[in-house]
């Protein structure tokens, strides 16, 4: 017999009645039932129940067992009587009677138990993440991830792609967020940088005639740590050559819709992705990554408020031809008690309220209702579609400056009026994307979005067009209210990415000394090529039903960037700052 186990914690049937076994584990739990010893025993693979009666050669060793302990037991397989069975558990029709047992790892006073789903402070669980691991919402969450990982490459490979690697040490670049910085010990003063995402180099084999690139990629961003955002992480990342951007869509949606009906336990699943211009999505649902189980939609009801005696949002409208008013229906939420709840959360997000008017009798209610007067107030009503019983929230100003308040009180009251249907994943492309946005802070136009992509209009448009009106082909993948990829078509022309890059203030030097390669590349006939990279984290965050990337990644960084169970970061010794010629500077406390 093997020296640890014949079988594993979740094999055992009643085909085995009779059999003798060895089995190792954990200690689950211990169960002292008049004498009797019951040792849950778990392994990866799941939970076989040991007896120990004081007739047992094993039951004085059994005695002493504490919870987490590592044994290996010798036994007999019985099977359990009618009234005891567990059919919660494979093996939940037998137990086997303890002959020997050998303590292989004894355990000191656990900081955080293993049995149960109590909630410890997240600091503790990271400390001791090899105890939080073996907790069961856990292990099976990173099994699971393990499993998605798989079938995401089974299914890229039935869709022709092939996986490549990119470098993990490469040049700095601004992609959005700051770069983890690694100094060059042999090139003094020079530093590599740990990749965004492997962006330039997944062009460049297209550019090198790969055709269908595809990699679980880890990504490196030095940016706070949020609930759905984390600094290290895990993309499927894709390349296509010789195509437009609905052959992107046409290719990963069967990707995507596969994976959430084989994971997602029987949950809808949208089968055809609906296309969201990105102008649209921030009118409609006040972010540019909506959730759709959420019914509510906006819409703009300005002329019903233009020259009202509703002073307040009337003047605002007199004064500024760009101010709008914005209504979020509430189906269900025609009462005082639930208007002035959501008035009262307004003031606790820093807004002065929300105006509203509610509908019973017939007619509306509320100060807005009585400031406008019945015939606007009718007209309102008729536009949304709204009845008896139902309540409508109005906000005002330039869009620009609310949009992001208005998506939150969308969200807020779907949510509160139990509107939002959880039980499924909706999915949605966002298009449209701006090319270019202004950058307030530094006066200047920048990129909005991604500096590579392809601008609709092409090298005409930036020659003649407001580099603020000229959209670009770049696309989101959203579900349930998340970014799970962001996606375009690249940009392959040098001339047109010169262009690009003089608009949002780069000089040429700039362009040539961060994006050489790139530039160089496009100049030996490069193919029109795009793709897309949708977040592994995220999409087993969300088939596991989680809201937290932690409950989903094996080993995480707390938020403020710190990995408690290694240590890291930590400091480096003279020696090591001697070898990489750098000096600290650091802040003073």
């Known amino acids: 017999m093997h020296r640890y186990r014949s079988h594993t914690c979740a094999q055992l049937t009643k085909a085995n009645v009779g059999d003798t076994v060895r089995l190792s584990g954990w200690v689950h739990r211990v169960r002292d039932h008049g004498g009797v010893l019951f040792v849950d025993l778990r392994d990866h693979y799941g939970v076989t129940q040991v007896v120990a009666d004081p007739d047992s050669p094993a039951f004085k ?123 060059a010990r042999l090139h003094p003063g020079k530093f590599y940088a740990l990749p965004q995402a492997p962006q330039q180099f997944k062009q460049l084999l297209m550019i090198a005639g790969f055709d269908r690139y595809f990699q679980i990629a880890p990504c490196f961003r030095d940016e706070d740590a949020r609930a759905d955002r984390a600094g290290e992480f895990y993309q499927l990342d894709i390349e296509m050559s010789f195509v437009e951007q609905e052959d992107v869509f046409q290719t990963i949606e069967p990707v995507l819709r596969g994976l959430f009906e084989e994971f997602g336990e029987g ?35 300005t002329e019903h408020f233009a020259g009202s005696g509703f002073k307040v949002f009337a003047g605002m409208i007199e004064k500024d031809p760009k101010v709008e008013v914005w209504a979020i229906p509430a189906p269900g939420g025609g009462s005082r008690a639930f208007c002035d709840r959501m008035n009262s959360w307004a003031q606790g997000e820093g807004q002065p309220g929300l105006g509203y008017i509610f509908f019973r009798e017939g007619e509306g209610a509320g100060p807005v209702a009585k400031n406008i007067g019945p015939e606007r107030t009718a007209a309102i009503r008729e536009q949304l579609g709204l009845k008896d019983g139902d309540a409508v929230f109005f906000v005002a100003g330039l869009p620009s400056q609310f949009t992001s308040f208005a998506g939150a009180a969308r969200t807020k009251v779907g949510w509160d009026l139990d509107l939002v249907d959880a039980d499924q994943f909706k999915f949605c492309w966002i298009v449209d994307f701006p090319m270019f946005e202004w950058d307030e802070e530094n006066k ?146």
């Open 267 to 301: 949950k809808p699943v949208t089968q055809q992705f609906p296309r969201i211009p990105y102008a649209e999505a921030m009118r409609k649902y006040g972010s540019d990554k909506p959730d759709l189980r959420n019914p509510i939609e906006m819409e703009a009801v």
């Open 444 to 589: 200047k136009v920048d990129f909005s979005h991604n500096p590579f992509s392809m601008p609709q209009g092409g090298l005409e448009a930036l020659e003649n067009e407001d580099p603020l009106t000229i959209n670009a082909f770049q696309y989101d993948i959203v579900c349930n209210g998340y970014e799970l990829s962001s996606g375009a078509i690249r940009n392959h022309r040098p001339e047109i990415m010169r262009k690009a890059f003089q608009i949002a203030g780069y000089d040429e030097s700039v362009l040539e000394e961060q994006f050489g390669g790139m530039l160089r590349a496009m100049q030996y006939g490069a193919p029109p090529h795009g793709g897309i990279a949708p977040g592994i984290d995220r999409i087993v965050m969300l088939l596991c039903g989680e809201e937290n990337l932690r409950e989903v990644t094996a080993f995480p960084m707390n938020q403020q960037a710190e990995d408690l169970l290694m240590g890291a970061p930590n400091s480096a010794s003279a020696r090591q700052l001697r070898e990489l010629h750098l000096k600290l500077n650091l802040p003073k406390e």
């Open 61 to 183: 060793t059994v005695e002493g067992l504490r919870a987490e302990w590592v044994i290996r037991i010798d036994g007999e397989v019985k099977a359990r009587t009618e009234d005891t069975v567990n059919t919660n558990l494979p093996t939940g029709e037998i137990e086997v009677f303890a002959r020997e047992v050998e303590v292989l790892g004894p355990v000191n006073e656990l900081p955080m138990p293993v049995f149960g789903d109590q909630e410890y402070p997240e600091d503790t669980r990271l400390t001791y993440r090899f105890l939080d691991l073996r907790r069961e919402r856990l292990h099976k969450n990173i099994v699971m991830r393990s499993k998605i990982v798989s079938s995401v490459r089974r299914r890229m490979v039935e869709q022709g792609f092939t996986e490549y690697q990119t470098p993990i040490l490469t040049a700095s670049s601004p992609e959005g967020a700051r770069d983890f910085l690694v100094p």
